[in-house]
């Protein structure tokens, strides 16, 4: 959105004050009121205050759109379709008092929620996908169907199905070799797409089914692990448990079970854990749901903050995809915190601190990262994210985003890169903290 599209909205003026005005302690109480592309904000009055700076964002807390201080207490015109943030802050001179509320509004139709309860199913040599349509955002016009061979999506197949809650393929078997495939659903309209729905597994031809793990139980050190049996594929005759301690690339075998087994418990000491399981019709092995983790022994609660929930055991949530927006603000608004970021000619980690702190107010997930995963040795450039159910702490569970360019190169400039496959590709893994944000005075 650019700023020259908002101007009709802020009608920002330049404001002289004396610095030393005192600001009464009281926020201002915004509110919105929308009419087509037209946008109304207004608030109540602050005394002490000579203007009010307006913050619109496309994310919550986010002043990407605009930020500005005006005189008056109101403020109207026109934006483009999308969902917005805006904040109102009483000024005096250089002196912001207490933010408003903050208002989330819709201009034109919301783009839709993520589909639910996507299942696929065998109807005979028909291969059937379902799903109901989502329950918050704008009314979908179409829904789109992605499927690939492996749960990061590096093998995908997109299809627009128009807007049903439902999709056949008939004679599956005849069209794709056997396997273990992968599949998504999207909710779209002219606004955007939404985020994916849950993932949906499914075999096709003669292999043991999938089996779908269950949520770890852990009770001081012991763990039970458990799943649901598969609801098709071959026989199982046997269960493979693998599982790695700290490091999902050294999964090894931790158990074979009977056919018939459902679960299996274990002592394990304090630390970070993943595991899967696996069916067997004899020596043919079938394909897994998706590595899941869990953690032993004391681990600090999550932060405060609004936090997307775990995601579903076996699984990782989406890459967020309002990084570099942020990202983009950010470097904006501190201009020289950014120059100055590079250590070896004296600068300081300042604007990335900046950064995760500004995600933080969107997500709590969002993290420093330990450069190719060894504690102690900070990347001065990278932002992580979260995207499992371990502890942010030391969690290499995590997405992985360059973000700024030319970093000791020359002069140092924003940027939005995602390093996630080059960092696997590379042998090498990023591990979650906080502990230099914290240190260096940031709250968590």
């Avoid at 408003?100 to 929620?113: L, Y």
């Avoid at 049996?229 to 999964?251: C, F, H, K, M, Q």
């Avoid at 950014?338 to 004296?346: D, F, I, P, Q, V």
């Avoid at 932002?383 to 973000?403: C, H, K, M």
């Amino acid at each position: 959105m650019k700023k020259t599209l908002l101007a009709a909205l802020l009608g920002a003026a330049a404001l002289l004050v004396s610095p030393s005005f005192a600001l009464a302690q009281s926020a201002p109480v915004l509110t919105v009121d929308v009419s087509g592309n037209n946008v109304g904000a207004s608030w109540t009055a602050v005394a002490g205050s000579t203007g009010y700076r307006v913050d619109v964002g496309t994310y919550s807390a986010g002043t990407n759109v605009i930020s500005a201080t005006i005189n008056g207490l109101s403020a109207g015109g026109a934006l483009g379709v999308g969902t917005y943030f805006i904040r109102v802050y009483p000024v005096a001179g250089s002196t912001l008092g207490p933010v408003s509320n903050e208002v989330q509004f819709n201009v034109g139709t919301p783009r839709p929620g993520a589909p639910i309860a996507p299942a696929a199913t065998m109807d005979g040599s028909t291969l059937v996908f379902t799903w109901a349509p989502p329950t918050t955002g704008g009314a979908p016009t179409t829904y789109v169907l992605q499927a690939g061979t492996q749960f990061d999506w590096a093998n995908l197949a997109t299809l627009n199905v128009g807007n049903v809650a439902t999709y056949s393929v008939p004679n599956v078997a005849g069209l794709l070799p056997a396997g273990t495939y992968f599949a998504r659903v999207m909710a779209a309209n002219g606004t955007g797409a939404s985020d994916p729905s849950e993932e949906i597994v499914f075999t096709i031809g003669n292999l043991p089914g999938v089996p779908t793990p269950n949520a770890p139980t852990v009770s001081g050190n012991n763990v039970t692990l458990s799943w649901n049996p598969p609801a098709g594929g071959l026989p199982v005759t046997n269960y493979r448990i693998e599982g790695a301690y700290g490091d999902y690339r050294n999964l090894g075998t931790a158990a074979t079970l009977d056919g018939s087994a459902t679960s299996y418990s274990a002592n394990l000491p304090n630390g970070s854990y993943y595991w899967r399981v696996r069916a067997f019709n004899g020596t043919t092995p079938g394909a897994v749901f998706g590595t899941a983790s869990f953690a032993v022994g004391p681990t600090d609660p999550p932060p405060a903050g609004p936090r997307t929930p775990n995601p579903a055991t076996g699984r990782r949530l989406p890459k967020p995809s309002y990084g570099e927006s942020v990202a983009r603000a950010m470097a904006t608004a501190y201009p020289f915190d950014l120059a100055n970021s590079c250590h070896e000619t004296g600068g300081t980690n300042h604007w990335m601190f900046k950064v995760i702190r500004e995600l933080r107010h969107i997500d709590t997930r969002w993290i420093l990262n330990w450069k190719r995963g060894n504690t102690g040795d900070l990347s001065q450039d990278i932002a992580n994210y979260n995207y499992g159910s371990l502890p942010d702490e030391g969690t290499i569970d995590v997405y992985l985003w360059d973000i700024i360019g030319g970093h000791c190169g020359g002069r140092p400039t924003w940027n939005w890169s995602d390093v996630t496959d080059a960092t696997a590709r590379g042998n090498t893994i990023g591990r979650g903290t906080l502990r230099p944000y914290i240190a260096a005075g940031y709250t968590p």
